[in-house]
T-cell receptor
Framework: AQSVSQHNHHVILSEAASLELGCNYSYGGTVNLFWYVQYPGQHLQLLLKYFSGDPLVKGIKGFEAEFIKSKFSFNLRKPSVQWSDTAEYFCACSGTYKYIFGTGTRLKVLA | DTEVTQTPKHLVMGMTNKKSLKCEQHMGHRAMYWYKQKAKKPPELMFVYSYEKLSINESVPSRFSPECPNSSLLNLHLHALQPEDSALYLC???????????FGPGTRLTVL
């Protein structure tokens, strides 16, 4: 069955700290992977996506993610977070149409 | 036009009411989705339409009835809902090939 798990439910960082959020997936076929962000009071936005090719993908706002097939992982990283990165982050995987989301990680960045 | 719009933004209904949620996109996306999101939870897939045909129904109760009148519109008809159905209902769309889905702002539904 298709599933996504996110290990960190709540993360608190100070500005300029580095960020890594874990994501593991389970999927039987060719998988497509995504990170979405939901800022307070706003709707879900796509941060980055991976389909194939270079396992290191870059997204908006300085975020990147690395696909490690052997670990079934797609971790999100940012070298230096800002207060404005405070949000909820969802990892998702899909085959064709079925986009399944992880439980989310609430990130709070302290100014 | 690069967004998904949803109306209404807020809806309060009683358990005996019939109401509809509407969703529209003009990006030429041929896949459209309904998700349900409870507070502090991830979006849960309800329905997927592909080329205006229902392709996925995630065992959603029949009190939720989706409709896709054309390639730009998606409706969700609501009837005899329960208070536990109160949630944010999200519409999304995408190209048929995997590309990531684009979400609308949602309709916040309260069932009394």
């Amino acid at each position: 069955a298709q599933s996504v798990s996110q290990h960190n439910h709540h993360v608190i960082l100070s500005e300029a700290a580095s960020l890594e959020l874990g994501c593991n997936y389970s999927y039987g076929g060719t998988v497509n992977l995504f990170w979405y962000v939901q800022y307070p009071g706003q709707h879900l936005q796509l941060l980055l996506k991976y389909f194939s090719g270079d396992p290191l993908v870059k997204g908006i706002k300085g975020f990147e993610a690395e696909f490690i097939k052997s670990k079934f992982s797609f971790n999100l990283r940012k070298p230096s977070v800002q207060w404005s990165d405070t949000a909820e982050y969802f990892c998702a995987c899909s085959g064709t149409y079925k986009y399944i989301f992880g439980t989310g990680t609430r990130l709070k960045v302290l100014a | 036009d690069t967004e998904v719009t949803q109306t209404p933004k807020h809806l309060v209904m009683g358990m005996t009411n019939k109401k509809s949620l509407k969703c529209e996109q003009h990006m030429g996306h041929r896949a459209m989705y309904w998700y349900k999101q409870k507070a502090k939870k991830p979006p849960e897939l309800m329905f997927v339409y592909s080329y205006e045909k229902l392709s996925i129904n995630e065992s959603v109760p029949s009190r939720f009835s989706p409709e896709c009148p054309n390639s730009s519109l998606l409706n969700l008809h609501l009837h005899a809902l329960q208070p536990e159905d109160s949630a944010l209902y999200l519409c999304a769309s995408s190209q048929v090939k995997p590309s990531g889905i684009l979400f609308g702002p949602g309709t916040r539904l309260t069932v009394l």
